[in-house]
């Protein structure tokens, strides 16, 4: 049984930082692509950015370029989210999400497998 455990959400003021986690057990991953998504209330899980676990190959929403970097832990199976630069916009829960295909997708239903979320907040 495939889990996702997110970690690392809270409370930040605009301009400063946080570390997402997402703990992934239950299966290989390295044939997955592993994503992270984001829903604010009364909207759609939107697309922040995705990692191939096989070689690493990154893939971001233009929104967070520049501002978020997503890596991956082989030892640790584990796939982080560094978010700098935060903005009262970034404000909404946090998923991480794994599709079961080496191809990328920024589509929320491409996904198979998916965390609890976590909340950020971002104050102003």
């Known amino acids: 049984q495939v889990q996702l455990v997110e970690s690392g959400g809270g409370l930040v003021q605009a301009g400063g930082s946080l570390r997402l986690s997402c703990a992934a057990s239950g299966r290989t991953f390295s044939r997955y692509v592993m994503g992270w998504f984001r829903q604010a209330p009364g909207k759609e899980h939107d697309f922040v950015a995705a990692?191939?676990?096989?070689?690493?190959?990154?893939y971001y929403a233009d929104s967070v370029k520049g501002r978020f970097t997503i890596s991956r832990d082989n030892a640790k199976n584990t796939v982080s989210l560094q978010m700098n630069s935060l903005k009262v916009e970034d404000t909404a829960v946090y998923y991480c999400?794994?599709?079961?295909?080496?191809?990328?997708?920024?589509?929320?239903?491409?996904?198979?497998?998916w965390g609890q979320g976590t909340q950020v907040t971002v104050s102003s």
């Open positions: 999400a794994a599709r079961s295909a080496s191809g990328y997708s920024p589509n929320q239903y491409d996904y198979d497998y």
């Open positions: 990692i191939r676990w096989s070689d690493g190959t990154t």
